[in-house]
């Protein structure tokens, strides 16, 4: 029989309800199990965790959940993943602890235009698809979703529509977002610490047809844009830029 080191024995410890009985979890609460024990410094920076045959066991649930949940971390950049080696606590996880957006203001007055926000819409919704694929959420979890239009000298620059989890943020109200947008106010109130970004070409529909003043079915630059606060989707953006506009990025 192979000895464990003390550190990894006493992580495997059960996992248990207030009956005694081992608890069943889906991926997201291996995740927040896992989180909780990378926070309070059980598994500290740099150490390596159980594999996921030992977590499994011990929290009573099948393998693929573990690895669903390991696998959302590692993208996340919380823990590492070598194969013949182990999953490690990522040793230098202060790397990631700010997440620099872009902001469309600072878009709009580099090309010596006026900005205006405008908030068009602001409601509690069943998530889309995409947005309950995103945010990791189920078909009947009620989301807040936020529309908005971006002016530039009054003329249409970008329209957009963010999904955001109520039950990851602090409160948020209509109010808090009619003079700031959505990314603003979760850059003040959330620590924010990745994001990921995926751009697309897509025909114009709806709110977003209306408010860039085209015709639907008219193809626009889209951008989807996922925030992370460490390993919990927080937000998920589409937005939406009319014919010609040019997407510039510097490093």
């Known amino acids: 029989m192979t000895k464990l080191p003390g550190k990894v024995a006493r992580s495997l410890r059960p996992v248990t309800t207030e009956t005694g009985a081992k608890r069943m979890n889906t991926w997201q609460s291996v995740r927040a199990e896992v989180m909780k024990r990378i926070r309070s410094r059980e598994w500290p920076p ?5 594999t996921e045959q030992q977590l499994a066991v011990q929290l009573g649930c099948a393998r693929a959940t573990v690895n669903r949940a390991l ?12 194969r013949k080696v182990g999953t490690r606590v990522t040793a230098t996880p202060s790397r990631r602890t700010t997440l620099e957006m872009s902001v469309i203001r600072d878009e709009i007055e580099a090309l010596g235009a006026v900005y205006r ?43 957009e529509a963010v999904w955001l989890n109520p039950r990851a943020l602090p409160p948020l109200t209509q109010d808090d977002l009619r003079e700031q947008p959505a990314h603003d106010w979760l850059a003040r109130n959330v620590p924010l610490t990745h994001g990921r970004f995926s751009i697309l070409a897509e025909g114009a529909s709806g709110d977003c047809a209306t408010n860039l003043e085209v015709p639907v ?15 919990t989707p927080v937000s998920f953006a589409r937005q939406f830029y009319p014919p010609k506009h040019r997407l510039i990025s510097e490093d």
Not at 46 to 50: F, K, R
Request: hydrophobic share 35%.
């Open 71 to 82: 696998r959302e971390l590692a993208e996340s950049g919380i823990i590492e993943r070598r």
């Open 46 to 50: 740099g150490e390596l965790i159980p």
């Open 117 to 159: 926000y405008e908030l068009t819409s602001f409601s509690q919704s069943y998530p889309t698809e995409a947005a309950m694929r995103a945010l990791q959420v189920s078909a009947t979890d009620e989301l807040l979703v936020a529309k908005a239009k971006y002016l530039a000298d009054e003329q249409p620059h970008c329209c």
């Open 217 to 231: 079915g008219t193809p626009v630059l889209t951008i989807e844009r996922l925030n992370w606060s460490d390993a």
